[in-house]
């Protein structure tokens, strides 16, 4: 069973173009968190999606972010007209359900290292 | 707003001491708590959780966790480093926001293990 899989790895982007993250969740799994890892940060939860339904937004920027998770294929993470400021390492994470007591820890992805020059 | 507090950016211990890494959280009740180790240029893995019960838990790669209520704490500890063990770890408090269980990460204790 193949883990949380996020391409790319690294994305060089010039300020004023577009970003676009994926992320492809563990088998069976139906809910994905995305973080944002600044330099000499901890994560810091940006939104949470199930398929099609984005369920808690409350982390991401008002502006120029925006994440979707299809019926089909990745979940998406998109930055339009990057900043200096946006250069971070994303993650993902996905679980299996989220249950009461959160018993189901997420599992993370390698991340994406995004560069704005 | 629930919060996390790990003091120390830095440790550094010699290989075969103990180490103790801490964490200390803000929260109106009992929270859910997980350490995460992320070793350079990966992702977050977890090693324990504690959501209730005994308040040591112990988790993986030898790794423990003691959960004091009353000094809003769950430390993280190891009888023995190894080289190994050289990595990021973040505590975690996920606590119920709006309807989901979100966490909310540390900002990371760097360990640097001595030969």
């Known amino acids: 069973n193949a883990g949380v899989m996020q391409n790319p790895r690294h994305l060089v982007r010039r300020r004023g173009q577009e970003a676009r993250l994926r992320c492809s969740p563990m088998k069976g799994h139906s809910h994905v968190y995305w973080y944002r890892q600044l330099p000499e940060e901890g994560l810091k939860f940006m939104v949470y999606l199930q398929k099609e339904n984005i369920i808690d937004e409350s982390g991401m920027p008002k502006e120029r972010f925006s994440a979707e998770f299809p019926k089909e294929g990745p979940s998406i993470l998109r930055i339009q007209q990057v900043v200096r400021g946006d250069s971070a390492a994303y993650f993902c994470?996905?679980?299996?359900?989220?249950?009461?007591?959160?018993?189901?820890?997420?599992?993370f992805g390698p991340g994406t290292r995004l560069t704005v020059t | 707003a629930q919060s996390v507090t790990q003091p120390d950016i830095h440790i550094t211990v010699s290989e075969g001491a103990s180490l103790e890494l801490r964490c200390n959280y803000s929260y109106g009740a009992t929270p859910y708590l997980f350490w995460y180790v992320q070793s350079p240029g990966q992702g977050l893995q977890l090693l324990l959780k504690?959501?209730?019960?005994?308040?040591l838990v112990q988790g993986i790669k030898g790794f423990e966790a003691e959960f004091k209520r009353s000094q809003s704490s769950f430390n993280l500890r190891k009888p023995s480093v190894h080289w190994s063990d050289a990595a990021e770890y973040f505590c975690?408090?996920?606590?119920?926001?709006?309807?989901?269980?979100?966490?909310?990460f540390g900002r990371g204790t760097s360990l640097i293990v001595h030969p």
């Open positions: 994470a996905s679980s299996p359900v989220q249950g009461v007591g959160f018993t189901d820890e997420q599992y």
């Open positions: 975690a408090v996920v606590t119920l926001s709006g309807g989901s269980y979100i966490p909310t």
């Open positions: 504690y959501f209730s019960g005994d308040t």
